[in-house]
């Protein structure tokens, strides 16, 4: 199955169980702004984003774009949470995801080690991709920032530069609402969203 024909099935599944869902109770229990005249206004990835509660089209709010399958299928799989999320900046690392350690060599080709390898020892350069997301700096290594994905799911990046003796590099830890929100194989999409939104 290709990626783009696996996308399209994880959306149509998605909006299947969706359709018998209460979104606006769901919204509030994922902490998610409410649903206005049948559409769901919210920030992700650093984008205003409408998401239309008939459809389950996303959309971006300036252009009337499509918003990219892999960002509507995060958010799809967002609401089909049923656990209340609460905001928490406790930094999770993957491999304490439920099945991180089957999911951690993805994670690491697809996440960690592009992003070691596109900025090395560049980290003026880093820092301004970042600011491609919304996010908050933090104090930890050489550059540490906390980015915001969606709903109220945080990214934390964690960069060290490299010396004669060690190579540069990055870690990725989650917060706790993304361990419940999303299986392993979603935080890995999550995750590599960002980085490759950092390129």
């Known amino acids: ?111 960690v080690r592009p992003l070691v390898k596109r900025y090395g020892n560049q980290l003026t350069e880093l820092q301004k991709a970042v600011t491609r997301f919304d996010f908050q700096p933090l104090e930890i290594g050489d550059f540490s920032a906390r980015i915001h994905g969606l709903g109220c799911l945080t990214v934390t990046l964690v960069y060290r530069l490299g010396d004669d003796e060690f190579p540069p590099e990055a870690e990725l830890f989650f917060n706790t609402p993304v361990r419940r929100a999303f299986c392993a194989e979603d935080a890995v999409v999550l995750a590599s969203r960002i980085c490759f939104g950092l390129f």
């Open 1 to 111: 199955m290709s990626k783009q024909t696996a996308q399209k099935e994880a959306i149509r599944q998605a909006v299947e169980k969706l359709q018998t869902v209460d979104l606006q109770a769901r919204c509030t229990l994922l902490k998610l702004p409410a649903i206005e005249h049948g559409q769901l206004a919210l920030r992700a990835f650093g984008n205003d984003y409408i998401l239309k509660s008939d459809t389950f089209e996303l959309l971006d709010a300036k252009t009337g774009d499509a918003a990219k399958e892999v960002d509507r299928i995060l958010m799809l799989h967002l609401l089909l949470c049923e656990l209340p999320l609460t905001v928490s900046d406790e930094l999770i690392p993957f491999r304490d995801f439920p099945g991180g350690a089957f999911y951690l060599e993805p994670f690491l080709s697809r996440c």
